[in-house]
């Protein structure tokens, strides 16, 4: 289900909203939960990363994969 929120007020607290909030109706009563998107930076955070750098990141793999790292932490690595 989807619902068009027309009310810039409301629309903004929840575009500016970091945890979950709670909606109630005009008497109070509880409707739901908004979930905000998981991971969202709180409003007036700066990544200290160009976008050139973070693709030159992506770009570059190093690592191990999952499962040598799960055998490892299970005893089974050398």
Not at 6 to 16: E, K, M
């Amino acid at each position: 289900m989807s619902i068009t929120i027309t009310d810039p007020a409301l629309l903004a607290q929840l575009a500016a909203a970091c945890d979950p909030v709670e909606v109630r109706g005009p008497d109070g009563e509880y409707i739901g939960t908004f979930q905000p998107p998981f991971g969202k930076p709180p409003p007036g955070l700066k990544i200290p990363f160009s976008d050139e750098e973070l693709e030159r990141r992506r770009q570059r793999r190093t690592g191990r994969p999952l499962k040598d790292i799960l055998r490892d932490l299970e005893g089974g690595g050398s």
